[in-house]
């Protein structure tokens, strides 16, 4: 830490006056070893997996959708932590020829919400593939609720040129459609149960616009 060449005398503190203050920036090189110890043993990452990046909040799920790499929840996750929100009503995008798997972990991901279209296109997506050669697999047992109580939702859709493998979890949703394949995309469900909560609709659970749906 030194003292910038810019800052003159008024960085010297003068009798009964406030000490000044500087911004600083600390930058930390270090070596990760391979075990580690903290306060109490050297277990404390113990079942962890390093090729696995672990998802916390909204914000963890929208910072890792553009990526390719296996994803697992640690946390129940409501879309109002979320930081961001797409146009029409998306709320994950898979994207940009991302290869993303997700691994529910017992965990349960809530989308309940109004859609906020400027429009008021009262139509809501949790998770979509979207972009030519974009793979989204969703694995283990969990929960994905989809709600929108301004008008009707799917809890997972598949765009042009996209794969979608569904391998376990329940897929609720209130007055909409679980798993939706859009023209030109390919789903394959290996696995999961699918329900409409909302006993007044009659929307399709399984639904295709012109994509492959394999069961």
Known sequence: VYMPETVDNEANAMTDTDFPTINLGLQVLATQYEAEDDSFDNQYDTGLDPTTSYMFSG??????????????????IKTSESTARYGWGYEYII????????????????????????????????FVANHAGTKLTING????????????????QGKDGTLVTING?????DNGIAV?????????????????????TDH??????????DI
């Not at 399709?204 to 749906?213: A, K, M, P, W």
């Open 204 to 213: 399709e659970l399984v639904y295709s616009s012109g994509g492959v749906i």
């Open 169 to 173: 979890g329940d897929f609720e949703v």
């Open 59 to 76: 914000a963890d799920l929208h910072n890792s959708t553009t990526r390719s790499g296996n994803f697992k929840l640690s946390e129940d």
């Open 141 to 156: 047992e969990g929960k994905i609720y989809s709600n929108n109580s301004a008008g009707w939702t799917c809890a997972v």
């Open 95 to 126: 994207r940009n020829g991302a290869d993303y798997t997700l691994d529910l972990n017992g965990k349960t991901i809530v989308h309940d919400t109004i859609n906020e279209n400027a429009n008021n296109n009262a139509l809501t997506y949790l």
């Open 180 to 200: 939706w394949a859009g023209a030109g995309s390919h789903i394959i469900i290996n696995g999961g149960s699918y329900v409409n909560g909302n006993a007044n």
